[in-house]
């Protein structure tokens, strides 16, 4: 089976740093790592690995978050260990029924995580779709606390090789360009893919 292997930066604006993922397409699986780099709302580095299982459907999201604690002499590393077996979900082995039914995690400030939906339902491709709802695992970033997030993504135009799709959470929504491959190129407010 081909795999496609990508990289993409994205300068990322609320945290005033950049994002790297190195992803990996395998027939209808992801698998990617990650690092990102922020000032905002305190110095942080994060690293990530991510894995999907058949249709782009999270199981496992591992991240660990650097930060300098002003309070605290020395670094503080802070980690979590998101699953989804089946349908159920754990964080750091205890299980989460609010994320139960959750396909996705959504990596705050990571814009690869908006990527599984998207190619799921080739929401990239098909320009004339409606809506689409998820309930998504959210990650904060850089506290890495986890909540069920009620996300919208609707697909709205395409030209040439990039199609736009609003994404739509609560009260916030988005235009969101995607390539060809279902990476983020342009987030507005969020992140701007630095290389296409």
Avoid: K
Wanted: with cysteine; hydrophobic share 35%.
């Amino acid at each position: 089976m081909l795999t496609h292997r990508l990289v993409r930066t994205w300068e990322v604006l609320p945290s005033r740093g950049y994002s790297t993922a190195w992803a990996e397409l395998t027939g209808r699986r992801l698998g990617a790592r990650g690092r990102a780099v922020g000032l905002v709302p305190e110095p942080y580095w994060v690293t990530y690995t991510l894995e999907t299982g058949e249709d782009y459907v999270t199981s496992r999201l591992y991240v660990t978050v650097d930060t300098a604690d002003s309070a605290v002499t020395g670094d503080t590393t802070r980690s979590l260990d998101l699953r989804n077996d089946g349908g159920r979900w754990t964080v750091d082995g205890t299980h989460r029924p609010d994320l139960d039914g959750a396909l996705d995690c959504d990596l705050g400030l990571c814009p690869l995580t908006n990527t599984m939906p998207v190619l799921r339902h080739d929401l990239h491709r098909r320009p004339d779709g409606g809506p689409h709802d998820f309930l998504m695992a959210w990650v904060s970033v850089p506290d890495l606390a986890v909540s069920a997030n009620r996300q919208t993504y609707t697909p709205l135009a395409r030209d040439g090789h990039v199609a736009r799709v609003r994404y739509a959470s609560g009260d916030f929504h988005s235009d969101i360009e995607f390539d060809e491959r279902g990476l983020v190129l342009d987030y507005p407010e969020l992140a701007t893919a630095l290389t296409r």
